[in-house]
């Protein structure tokens, strides 16, 4: 039971560039979350998922794009990475009242 | 979500209880008391939850005042291990509303 894993742990990406950041979890948890952390601040939501084929906005999708096309897979995709996006990226899955998350992908754009 | 107010930081002895406070005094009914964990820039930790009454896990106990605008969470025995940041979070059980509020916590320091 390897619970929330995100890959990559770490990337550098140019600006303007695109790339998808994954999660996988093998609990068969129906709720999963993406959130982003940037310095010195908590954690804030980007996109959630409640079921694989249902998405919906967080407080800060701009910029963002995510599918669920199976229970276990939640990838969070950068259309065109800004610096602004640099951040460390959690994703996380849910149960009941319990929320497990992954170990975080820290993402630089230059 | 209720909004919740807590300390910027707090020390500890190793082997001592830390006890962490938390005031959420504009909490409604429906709304549950979650408090989590960060150790250094690991994925956040789910350590307890509560509505009304007092909880106890293998982690933390959690007790929540009798009007619930407070909380206070108990580490036992605290541990160099147990040094992260403490996120009290206030919000309904509305399972399909993932969003987790979680401000800028405690800083909780165990001094060995």
């Known amino acids: 039971n390897a619970g929330v894993t995100q890959t990559p742990k770490f990337q550098v990406l140019k600006t303007g560039q695109s790339m998808t950041l994954q999660c996988a979890q093998d609990m068969n948890h129906e709720y999963m979350s993406w959130y982003r952390q940037d310095p010195g601040m908590g954690l804030r939501l980007i996109h959630y998922s409640v079921g694989a084929g249902i998405t919906d906005q967080g407080e800060v999708p701009n910029g963002y794009n995510v599918s669920r096309s199976t229970t276990e897979d939640f990838p969070l995709r950068l259309l065109s990475a800004a610096p602004s996006q640099t951040s460390v990226y959690f994703c996380a899955s849910r149960r009941d009242f319990e929320a497990f998350f992954g170990q975080g992908t820290r993402l630089t754009v230059v | 979500d209720a909004k919740t107010t807590q300390p910027t930081s707090m020390d500890c002895a190793e082997g001592r209880a830390a006890n962490l406070p938390c005031n959420h005094s504009?909490?409604?009914?429906?709304?549950?008391v979650y408090w989590y964990r960060q150790i250094h820039s690991q994925g956040p930790q789910y350590i307890i939850h509560?509505?009304?009454n007092n909880e106890t896990n293998e982690m933390a106990s959690l007790i929540i005042t009798e009007d619930r605008k407070s909380s206070t969470l108990i580490l036992p025995h605290a541990t160099l291990r147990d040094t992260a940041v403490y996120y009290c979070?206030?919000?309904?059980?509305?399972?399909?509303?993932?969003?987790?509020?979680f401000g800028t916590g405690t800083r909780l320091t165990i001094i060995p």
């Open positions: 979070i206030v919000r309904i059980a509305n399972f399909g509303n993932e969003k987790l509020t």
């Open positions: 504009t909490i409604s009914g429906n709304e549950y």
């Open positions: 509560g509505l009304k």
